[in-house]
């Protein structure tokens, strides 16, 4: 699976976790890290997900979605 992050993000999860993080040529250079969907822990892959949709979502939803919490 492709999540987006941050490049500094990226490059300490594929340093931290190489079995569960990884990158292909294809890649390199961009905030999207590839994870081994089958082998992350759930909670961990739910933090993922989160903080990828945080990245992308619009202003509006951000709202929103603060005012929740």
């Known amino acids: ?3 987006m992050c941050a490049l ?3 490059e300490m ?4 976790d ?3 993080y990884f990158e ?3 890649y390199k250079g961009w ?4 994870v081994r969907v089958h082998d992350i822990p ?3 892959l739910r933090s993922r997900l989160d903080r990828a949709w945080l990245m992308q979502a619009p202003r509006s939803l951000l709202k929103t979605r603060q ?3």
């Open 42 to 44: 759930l909670d961990q």
């Open 8 to 10: 500094e993000e990226k």
């Open 13 to 16: 999860l594929m340093e931290a």
């Open 31 to 34: 905030p999207i890290v590839l």
């Open 18 to 20: 190489p079995h569960l």
């Open 67 to 69: 005012a929740a919490h």
């Open 24 to 26: 292909t040529a294809h």
């Open 1 to 3: 699976m492709a999540v």
